[in-house]
């Protein structure tokens, strides 16, 4: 029986999105049956076998619809196995160096005894929703900075952890 997995993500730009789109590509290309949705338009995780949350990183919090979606459905994730990733450091940080989970995630990972999670660098490009985004753009402090061979790289881990992971949540 084919495993499942649900890659929930919270984006208001849409590059944290694009990382989502990747890892659950990535995983279906190693077995693992996977979709990437907006975190708001997921009703129900019971059909996964596995669960990852990423959410985009502003100002020290995670995105509010992946705050969100962990406290909707926090006693469905607390009996599958859970992932996170963030996405944001606007700089090289996040390829140079292990960056640890904000607070909040770490809140919630010890809460649903999350099995990992890792930072990937943000985008920021012209254009971008919000005040802060266009504070940060006018400051020339916007960019690229995510790695998708590393993103992918560590979907790659994260489909061999999910098919040795146990089954029936």
């Known amino acids: 029986m084919p495993v499942t997995a649900l890659v929930a993500y919270g984006t208001t730009n ?3 999105g694009e990382i989502a789109e990747a890892v659950a590509r990535t995983l279906r290309e190693h077995g693992v049956t996977a979709e990437a ?3 708001p338009s997921v009703r129900d995780v019971t059909p996964y076998d596995a ?8 100002a020290g919090r995670w995105h509010k619809d992946a705050r969100r979606f962990v406290r909707r459905n926090r006693r469905a994730l607390a009996v599958r196995p859970v992932w996170f990733f963030s996405s944001g450091p606007l700089d090289a940080s996040a390829a140079e160096r292990d960056v640890p989970p904000v607070r909040g995630v770490r809140r919630d990972m010890a809460h649903l005894d999350v099995v990992g999670h890792v930072t990937f660098g943000g985008c920021l490009r012209e254009g971008a929703r919000g005040r802060l985004a266009r504070v940060i753009l006018r ?3 916007g960019g ?9 790289a560590w979907a790659a881990d994260l489909a061999k952890e999910i098919a040795a992971a146990p089954g029936d949540p």
Not at 51 to 58: C, I, K, M, N, T
Not at 144 to 152: C, K, L
């Open 139 to 141: 400051n020339g402090k």
């Open 37 to 39: 949705l907006p975190a």
């Open 51 to 58: 669960v990852v949350v990423g959410g985009a990183l502003y």
């Open 144 to 152: 690229d900075f995510r790695d998708f061979p590393a993103i992918e």
């Open 14 to 16: 849409g590059s944290t």
